[in-house]
């Protein structure tokens, strides 16, 4: 079960679609809903559209912030669907436009199951579920691939040591014969971090892609404390750290941002919103009484 505020959300980069793929995401999620719209002003990428978006209860954040980042298939969004024919119905309006990496079909693991990419270069896994319970609707998965196929396993105990109220599943692996993968690395496992479900697998197939920025995932943290606490433990990569943003040491893109700072951009003053941004565009991380500061005008 989800509580909002969620403590860790997905945050996904668009170069000038934030706002239409909101509406797009709406408009075929039943349980869907924008949650709030701000433009941060005088930005390194200009004036910049940041979409907080409900789905199923979840939490996303879309942003317009220029072409400098595509999306690929090493993280993907599982679907958790009670029906075939809620499958069919999502694969028919996500695939529009977009791509089929595998195809709508059945398979050992799902009678009814396709990977696609819509029109954004987003990925989606469309899986049902039939008689299997459905917790969390919507499961965000990352793939481990190239130099860091084989990491799989590793990466998930870390963030499991990382993040409060986590645990680790069963782990399906390869077996001999499903080469290239190397067997008894992670085939898919499933785990939680604060009570939140996420999964991952390792894919020794030649990919031609990794991380990056487009997709992020959000650390909201309410006390200096706590950033600083997730900060100091998920960063790897100094060159990295940028406006609350890092690298962790598998070159995953996590922000770990203020639940303070969240609430004075929503606040619609556009004067001190722009002194806000000032503020942080300066930050590695961030500082909360320098943007409390800031906020003010002191």
């Not at 200096?224 to 998920?234: A, G, M, V």
């Amino acid at each position: 079960m989800i509580f909002m505020r969620q403590k860790i959300t997905p945050h996904l980069w668009y170069d000038k679609e934030a706002k239409e793929a909101a509406q797009f995401y709406v408009s075929i999620f039943k349980d869907a809903k924008i949650k709030s719209t701000a433009t941060l002003r005088n930005t390194p990428s200009g004036d910049t559209d940041v979409v907080t978006l409900e789905l199923f209860g979840q939490e996303f954040t879309l942003i317009s912030a220029g072409p400098l980042f595509k999306f690929n298939p090493s993280v993907s969004f599982v679907v958790a669907c009670s029906t075939k024919e809620e499958t069919d119905v999502l694969y028919d309006a996500l695939s529009k436009n977009g791509g089929i990496l595998i195809p709508l079909g059945a398979y050992s693991f799902s009678e009814r199951y396709a990977w696609i990419t819509d029109k954004y270069g987003l990925s989606w896994q469309l899986m049902t579920y039939g008689n299997q319970p459905i917790g969390q609707k919507i499961i965000p998965t990352v793939m481990f691939v190239g130099k860091l196929a084989g990491k799989c396993e590793e990466a998930v105990n870390f963030y499991a040591s990382v993040f409060h109220n986590s645990a680790v599943g069963e782990i399906m692996r390869y077996n001999k014969g499903e080469e290239p993968d190397v067997p008894g690395t992670v085939k898919h496992v499933s785990y939680k971090l604060e009570d939140e479900e996420f999964a991952a697998m390792d894919s020794a197939l030649e990919h031609k892609f990794n991380f990056n920025e487009a997709t992020s995932f959000v650390v909201h943290c309410e006390t200096q404390e706590e950033i600083d606490y997730y900060w100091n433990k998920l960063s790897a990569d100094p060159k990295a750290e940028i406006c609350g943003w890092l690298k962790d040491k598998y070159g995953f893109s996590w922000q770990v941002v203020s639940n303070a700072m969240d609430r004075m951009m929503q606040s619609g003053d556009e004067k001190a919103m722009a002194r806000v941004t000032e503020a942080f565009l300066k930050m590695k991380k961030f500082d909360i009484a320098a943007l409390e500061k800031a906020y003010r005008g002191d």
